[in-house]
Nanobody
């Protein structure tokens, strides 16, 4: 089973930036595959943030469009997923999760994703 490991979370002030990373080691994903970032604010439901397909198509949640950028990279046997977050706001505070899927369907639908990381905390103070 492929494992996803996130890193890069932390605490920043409003207006600041962070870059999240996710590594999928020894992955054997067949094409097509889909990678995404989700987040879960305290006391709220998990929500989709950004998704990218193996051929580079992307989709963003409306509330992060223009501020966040998702990207991916392949190095040897490891797939890397990134989330560049700029102009951060206090409402971006959440646990951020990396997820992978080989099932297509509705963009940012968490039920499509069957491989999840443990999460990395992002805290934005005002």
């Amino acid at each position: 089973q492929v494992q996803l490991q996130e890193s890069g979370g932390g605490s920043v002030q409003s207006g600041g930036s962070l870059r999240l990373s996710c590594a999928a080691s020894d992955h054997t994903f067949r094409h097509p595959y889909y990678m995404a970032w989700f987040r879960q604010p305290p006391g709220e439901e998990r929500e989709g943030v950004a998704e990218i397909t193996d051929d580079g198509r992307t989709k963003y949640a409306e509330r992060v469009e223009g501020r966040f950028t998702i990207s991916q990279d392949n190095a040897e046997n490891t797939l890397y997923l990134y989330l560049e977050m700029n102009s951060l706001k206090p409402e971006d505070t959440a646990m951020y999760y990396c997820a992978a899927s080989t099932y297509g369907g509705i963009w940012l639908d968490h039920t499509r994703f069957d491989i999840w990381g443990q999460g990395t905390q992002v805290t934005v103070s005002s």
